[in-house]
């Protein structure tokens, strides 16, 4: 099994936690309190920082709880933590909905999947290799 390192950057920092058996997602907090308006976008701080194991990546991904009830959902989803980051992880937290909603200390905002990063060598190219698909975008497979 890797190991995730976590340091605690305030005293009211919590650990990331699994709150199941066979979650995906690990639970993430917020250290602060938070009032977020109708159509506002804040950066709420977590007071943690990782080391993520080698080859792996960090993804933020909204709690389907808070989308579901409140229409609160993580911007820019999933917000990807790169493994030589070392900073404080925030989450930008976005309200679609039509009430202001407060965001309370210790409250979990999002959800954190550790996922393996495979890394590529880039090669341009003249050409393509055809598919059925090709570049039929947007639409493409029915409605």
Not at 38 to 57: C, D, R, V, W, Y
Not at 66 to 89: C, F, M, S, W
Not at 107 to 136: E, F
């Amino acid at each position: 099994m890797k190991i995730l390192k976590v340091k605690l950057l305030y005293d009211n920092s919590r650990l990331p936690e699994y709150a199941h058996p066979g979650d995906a997602g690990l639970d993430i907090f917020s250290i602060e309190k938070v009032i977020l308006k109708p159509g506002e976008s804040k950066l709420i701080n977590t007071g943690i920082s990782i080391e993520l194991p080698e080859n792996t990546e960090a993804q933020v991904r909204p709690r389907s709880g808070l989308a579901l009830k409140h229409q609160i959902t993580v911007l820019n989803t999933p917000g990807t933590i790169d493994e030589g980051y070392r900073g404080e992880v925030g989450v930008i937290l976005i309200n679609h909905g039509q009430n202001v909603f407060e965001i309370t200390e210790g409250m979990k905002i999002a959800q954190m999947v550790i996922s393996p990063v495979m890394r590529v060598n880039i090669a341009k190219a003249k050409k393509l290799n055809d598919t059925i698909r090709n570049d039929s975008g947007f639409g493409s497979s029915g409605n």
